[in-house]
């Protein structure tokens, strides 16, 4: 744990994702979370959890969604100083 700018914690929740994973489905994110996939898919429909463009567009299906290391670890961090 750190402590960033505007006196907030920052947990390193980056070490605690799977090394060597860029890029993690839906489901897993349920799995480790131990909650619904359609609570994921609700998180980042919100814009709780956000996607690059690049991995998600209109025509791309929900089941095709995948979510970067980078915004699992922001996404936790804000919920964790919220």
């Known amino acids: 744990m750190s402590v960033v700018a505007g006196g ?27 909650c619904d996939a359609k609570h994921v898919h609700n998180l980042i429909d919100k814009g709780a959890i956000e996607l690059s463009a690049s991995l998600h567009s209109p025509e791309a299906s929900k089941s095709m969604r995948r979510v970067p290391r980078a915004a699992i670890v922001k996404f936790l961090n804000k919920r964790k100083n919220q």
């Open 8 to 34: 907030q914690e920052e947990f390193d929740f980056d070490n605690e994702l799977p090394a060597g994973k860029q890029f993690f489905s839906v489901p897993f994110l349920a799995a480790l979370w131990d």
